[in-house]
């Protein structure tokens, strides 16, 4: 492995790199940055963890010219991923004094911009492009470069119109698309608004992180925030990050926890802003030792020193179980991701074999983590049956109060219904879907 005094760069640049301590680049940077110095269009795709952000900013920085004004706007889907990228711009940008960089997120992360301090780079949102865009504080057709950031999620929020809206005004753009995973819906989407001179795709077929390793736990169908915190005594994580699909289970997980007296933050899409901004400090100045988040979470967290991953369930698009695990087995560590099995459908679980991710087997039970020769399986009805039991469970828990009040029973059997009427529609939706599927092979069949 070579080092960046090897690529075509200033000597501020390289020297402010070493006060970093960014001596050696990696492979996606080797391979990225001197493309990037050249202004060739790229998608990139590479293994969370791998130095997607500095492979694009070290080289766009320090092309930067001071009398310009804005020449390149790095777009990042939600405000989060858009101030870790800033604090990694800004901690470059210090070995040029001429050049400025901006934030431009919304809420409390709004400047208001004039002809006078225009930066030179600016991180923002598509949201607040547009409103900057309508309130003239920017001049879109003098910018160069346009960085999609976790390009995958700017597409999939629906972004990609008002991508497409900037890009449009630029005339010959240099467009340079990041991201850990392009599902292959996305691709020619993607591939028809950038017009790439390079696909750099490392190992295509190796998705999952290397340095991380994962494990299937078996919880025996026990109520989940009870078994993340026996999980947590027995693990003893340094810092543990636990995922969930849903954000009222990230709650329910969040307030068993705070109830038993763990410290732990909290992270999802519902937190008021000002809510968000406090715990993403605090977070980052270590004050918890575990996290329950959602998958906003997911993608660009940069927490170097995450021990463990522990999802509790799989997220409805697979490729965001590898976004999870990518939070650990950062920068050369090694991680551990756990998934807790419980009622996911087998058909989920042999998805991940295509990612090359390989599990070993545990055992929660009883207050004792064991690990295990196979995996334990389990028919459809019993993972129908009590995945029903449980939902019961759980509405006659947010239904009861500690007084008996008038109608309180009545109460707790409109939640049960209501509960097993969907329990109905769902299997009446999966018997329909299992048909059609028959039908549609059959067709084929006789097609060909």
């Not at 911009?113 to 879109?140: C, F, W, Y």
């Not at 999609?148 to 340079?176: N, S």
């Not at 998958?295 to 999870?324: C, K, N, T, W």
Request: with cysteine; hydrophobic share 40%; proline share 6%.
């Amino acid at each position: 492995m070579g080092s960046f005094k090897s690529f075509a760069l200033s000597s501020p640049m390289v020297e402010v790199l070493t006060k970093l301590h960014y001596i050696s680049p990696t492979p996606i940077q080797e391979e990225v940055i001197p493309k990037v110095l050249k202004g060739e269009n790229m998608i990139v795709k590479a293994e969370t963890g791998s130095g997607k952000t500095h492979a694009f900013l070290i080289p766009l920085i320090d092309k930067l010219a001071e009398d310009q004004g804005l020449q390149v706007i790095v777009l990042a889907p939600t405000r989060e991923l858009a101030r870790q990228t800033y604090n990694f711009a800004r901690a470059i940008i210090v070995a040029f004094p001429k050049l400025k960089v901006t934030l431009a997120t919304g809420g409390r992360e709004i400047e208001i911009l004039t002809a006078s301090n225009v930066p030179h780079l600016l991180i923002t949102t598509p949201g607040r492009l547009m409103k900057l865009s309508e309130d003239s504080q920017i001049n879109i057709h003098r910018v160069q470069t346009i960085v999609l950031d976790e390009a995958d999620m700017l597409v999939d929020a629906g972004f990609l119109p008002i991508i497409d809206q900037y890009i449009t005004k630029i005339e010959k753009p240099h467009i340079l698309a990041f991201s850990a995973t392009f599902p292959k819906a996305l691709e020619p989407l993607i591939k028809k608004f950038i017009n790439p001179d390079f696909i750099i795709d490392q190992d295509p077929g190796l998705i999952a992180p290397l340095r991380v390793k994962h494990h299937l736990v078996d919880i025996g169908f026990k109520p989940i925030p009870e078994m993340v915190a026996s999980f947590i005594d027995l693990r003893r994580p340094y810092l543990m990050l636990v995922f969930a699909s849903r954000v009222a289970t990230v709650k329910e997980i969040y307030d068993h926890l705070m109830h038993q007296g763990y410290n732990v933050g909290t992270l999802h899409g519902e937190l008021p802003m000002r809510m968000r901004a406090s715990m993403i400090r605090r977070i980052r100045e270590n004050k918890f030792a575990v996290i329950v988040c959602s998958d906003m979470a997911a993608r660009g967290l940069d927490l170097p020193d995450v021990s463990d991953v522990l999802s509790v369930d799989l997220p409805p698009q697979i490729e965001f179980y590898m976004h999870r695990a990518g939070r650990t087995g950062r920068y050369k560590n090694a991680g551990d991701s756990f998934l807790f099995y419980a009622r996911e459908p087998e058909s989920s679980l042999e998805k991940l074999a295509a990612y090359h991710v390989k599990f070993d087997f545990w055992m929660l039970r009883n207050g004792e983590l064991t690990i295990q020769n196979e995996r334990p399986r389990r028919d459809k009805g019993q993972i129908e049956d009590v995945s029903l039991n449980r939902d019961i469970q759980k509405a006659i828990r947010q239904t009861r109060t500690t007084t008996v009040k008038p109608g309180y029973k009545k109460k707790v059997k409109i939640a049960v219904d209501k509960v097993k009427r969907r329990h109905k529609r769902l299997a009446i939706k999966g018997k329909v879907r299992a048909q059609l599927d028959r039908r549609f092979k059959a067709i084929d069949k006789q097609e060909n």
